[in-house]
């Protein structure tokens, strides 16, 4: 930083006004979300916040691909074969923010990684949704994006066999057993972290309006605010994360946004709501259920030409394919209706300004810009590769459509072999994440489950 310059200069405006109107941090979180979506960085004093707005901040660009279990995976490229070299990180504009869970004042902020030669790293997944963001861009479109994340709140003790457990509820000192879908008195008995997930988030400027008890004892639903800015909506989805597991944390609990932490319950998923305003803010989606428009159509029509392909995006571990069972409100498919939780693209009821679709196939563990990149791919390939999705489904879409068999090897060969998949998010990316995700499954397959050992020890 120039010797005389003040933190105003240096910091974005937006940056430098939430820093006024905080309490001054002690530290400073730098968040390099990961292409799992963990958050990985470093934790800075409130001194050397402007030298890292003027000077960037090193960090291994390995770290981009780092698999879940926290190494650095040599098949992608960039690590012992580049050095491990150091990138230039800096902050995202108008993402610092205080962390009000923390017992001392503190601030957190996103980071962006530079590629060493005067742009972006293009792998970054929230790089890879700004690429398909210039599409929408080129036909004049504005995506109006908007993210549910379902998750549960678990007894923060394992079982002695190791397995979660629900928490115990805080107003009936009972482990949650019943399963009551949208029901009050689970909302009013976890209000204690309803209530303070809510203040976070408004201290935060995090958009969120709703949370509802979901289908499982212990399962919650929070919703974000649409917004016209994709990537800020997927911005908020990742800091909710955050918020949510520390705020659970702090109280005791622990929140999970595993894809399916009990093989008897419901799975917890991510869906994307998306309409589309064209120049004049029209909703080019807007239409009546007795008569779809042709923009739904291709738009949901190139969402199935292109799920397959992207199916590594929205199911990404071992664990996810776990959620894919029938009757769970899980699309096993691809098809499509209006007002319809078993079809995998629903067109959620309201008047016709407002029509969206909501893309219901990713699960909660997904990471949030590549599911949002992923969608609106879709919706993007069908605008511009025009197709008949079929009719809509009404009634039970379980009943009267084939069911898909997933598999993470397949989805892996898909992954890494698409055309569509390297045009539209970049082939560097595309080699990244599937080495990634290919080292994360050998990584797997290598390990001997209990269930191994119950059926095969004595039996065979």
């Known amino acids: 930083m120039p010797p005389h310059a003040t933190t105003t200069e240096v ?33 800075v004093t409130r001194d050397a916040l402007e030298k890292v ?33 150091d990138r230039v990180c800096r902050p995202v504009p108008g993402t610092l923010r205080p962390i009000p869970w923390s017992d001392r004042p503190m601030a957190q902020c996103l980071l962006q990684m530079e590629d060493g030669q005067g742009g972006l790293f293009q792998a970054n997944p929230r790089e890879v949704l700004k690429r398909v963001l210039k599409g929408f861009e080129a036909h004049g479109l504005t995506p109006v994006v908007a993210v549910e994340l379902e998750f549960y709140l678990l007894d923060q003790q394992l079982t002695p066999e190791g397995r979660p457990q629900t928490s115990i509820n805080p107003c009936t000192g009972q482990r949650n057993r019943a399963t009551q879908v949208y029901y009050m008195e689970d909302l009013n008995d976890y209000q204690r972290f309803t209530d303070t997930v809510a203040e976070v988030c408004r201290y935060q400027g995090i958009p969120a309006d709703t949370a509802v008890a979901e289908y ?26 955050r918020a949510i597991k520390s705020v659970a944390q702090k109280q005791g609990l622990l929140a999970s946004f595993m894809a399916k932490p009990f093989s008897d319950q419901a799975g917890s998923g991510t869906h994307i709501h998306v309409s589309l305003l064209d120049k004049d803010g029209r909703n080019i989606l807007a239409c009546a259920p007795d008569a779809p428009c042709d923009a739904l159509k291709h738009a949901v029509h190139g969402l199935q030409a292109t799920s397959r392909d992207c199916m590594l995006l929205f199911a990404p571990h071992a664990n996810s394919y776990r959620r894919f069972v029938l009757n769970a409100f899980v699309p096993l498919n691809d098809c499509w209706g209006f007002n319809n939780r078993t079809v995998a693209m629903r067109i959620p009821h309201s008047d016709a300004a407002n029509t969206r679709i909501e893309h219901r196939i990713a699960g909660a563990d997904a990471n949030p810009y590549l599911v949002t990149a992923a969608v609106l791919a879709g919706m993007l390939h069908g605008l511009e590769n025009p197709g008949d999705p079929g009719p809509p489904i009404v009634g039970n879409a379980y009943d009267q459509s ?20 390297a045009e539209a998010f970049g082939e560097g990316f595309q080699h990244i994440y599937g080495q990634q995700k290919l080292k994360e499954l050998r990584s797997f397959q290598t390990e001997v489950t209990t269930l191994e050992i119950e059926w095969y020890l004595r039996q065979i």
């Open 402 to 421: 084939e069911h898909r068999e997933l598999f993470w090897r397949d989805t892996l060969k898909d992954f890494m072999t698409s055309k569509f998949v």
């Open 11 to 43: 910091l974005e405006p937006r940056d430098a006004q939430a820093l006024a109107s905080m309490p001054s941090p002690e530290m400073i979180d730098l968040i390099l979300p990961d292409m799992n979506g963990l958050l990985r960085g470093k934790r």
């Open 53 to 85: 707005y003027a000077n960037g901040v090193c960090l291994p660009m390995s770290l981009i691909a780092t698999d879940v279990t926290g190494n650095t995976v040599e098949e992608t490229g960039l690590g012992y074969d580049i050095g491990d070299e």
């Open 216 to 241: 499982a004892p212990g399962q919650f639903e929070i919703n974000l605010k649409h917004r016209k800015d994709a990537l800020a909506a997927c911005d908020d989805a990742l800091l909710l994360k």
